[in-house]
């Protein structure tokens, strides 16, 4: 089925209990953040996304997406990687990226899995970050 906006339909289906203002004090329910989500409204509001308003409208409305992912073909690819996967990363749970790793085969996926760079590792700190990988990849440096 078409993603029809999914990210959009749930938020405003949470009416009035989705005031983040009235969610911040001790004991309210967490914040959810949607800081990877695209809505409808974001080409409008973003000048450098407006050319690309149409085709998000075609993307949502595509009734035929296939799986995202092949489990089978990834245990297969045989490709070498490395991974930064944050304890406390706010976007993706760190479970997931373990598993997705475990998918890949220890032989070829090496995670460092710390916090001392959260989901912007790349952003903040481009240079180490992508260095520490590469050098796990090439095995000079030992990974968790």
């Known amino acids: 089925p078409p993603t029809a906006w999914a990210a959009d339909r749930v938020q405003r289906g949470l009416g009035a209990s989705w005031d983040y203002a009235t969610r911040l004090a001790p004991g309210d329910a967490p914040i959810l953040l949607t800081g990877e989500m695209v809505y409808p409204w974001m080409a409008e509001d973003y000048a450098m996304l407006r050319p690309l308003g149409p085709v998000a409208e075609v993307l949502a409305a595509k009734p035929d997406w296939g799986p995202i992912y092949d489990a089978d073909a990834m245990a297969r690819a045989g490709v070498p990687c490395a991974a930064l996967v944050s304890y406390d990363d706010i976007y993706v749970e760190r479970t997931f990226s373990e ?22 590792g790349l952003r903040d700190s481009g240079t180490d970050v992508f260095d520490r990988l590469h050098d796990m990849v090439e095995g000079r440096v030992e990974y968790d």
């Open 99 to 120: 598993r997705t790793a475990q998918i890949l085969g220890v032989d070829h996926c090496r995670c460092w899995i710390s916090n001392e760079f959260q989901h912007s």
